[in-house]
């Protein structure tokens, strides 16, 4: 049984969070205005938004006419921050609101990869990497937000560190510092075994003809290492289609076995 495509419904899940995004940075310019910089960043994500919710659209015509919508969850989350016209509850929800585009955006990534749609799996690369670059530029810009926003209440520095005592406070760039190395430290490790985990293989395939399983590991090919998929498609087309080479296989701690295999396709030039 051939289920129905899961990507318009993606597409239509991701319009609804970028109007979301949208709507909610339009309410945004009275508070920020006094941080400049923020107040920058805040707005060029108001237009991304706009633009990448119409480039979504555009998509979506060719293949659902007159999509119904649907409400994206951000919504009531960026009403509520923006209600407070405080900085400490509008700025972590705009970290949270990219940061979760950008996750739907790895769905659809993954989607087009699997589905193969390369317009929109293109598409989809472009707008993870602006809510990404936004997400952590967010995160930079928050320290020294909060800070200005204290002062301005009246709540000066009261730290006593070697730089704050003698008023070069030190408070934002050390929040920023830490929040940085946070982050870095959360960075999850990478597969640390050799190879490339396989993942279940095509039904008819020339693996699975040759009984390679899920979580098999290929570890190389033709002789040479390889780690990551670019290694193994870049081993590949070192064959002209129709061009045999042998994978190199292992399956937990049984001996690893070669499998000799043809090089059928390949992307169209361009």
Known sequence: MEYPSPLPDQVMALMATERAIEEGLSR????TLTHPRLHASLEAMHDQAGIQRQDLENYLGQEAPEPTEPQSALARLLAEAASSMNLSSLLPAYCAAFSFAAN?????IALTLHLYDPALRELARKHLSSYAKAARLLTHLLPGAIVEELDRQGLECRCICPMCSIGACG?????RLWTHEAWHEAQPQLDSEPGLEIWPPRQGSQLALAGVHGGDRLLGVDDQSITTFRDVQKAIRQHQVGEEMVF???????????IQVRHVSDYPPG
């Open 28 to 31: 945004q310019a009275d508070i």
């Open 104 to 108: 739907e955006y790895s769905v659809l």
């Open 171 to 175: 408070c934002a760039a050390a929040a």
């Open 248 to 258: 190199r296989v292992r399956r937990g701690s049984e001996p690893r076995r070669d």
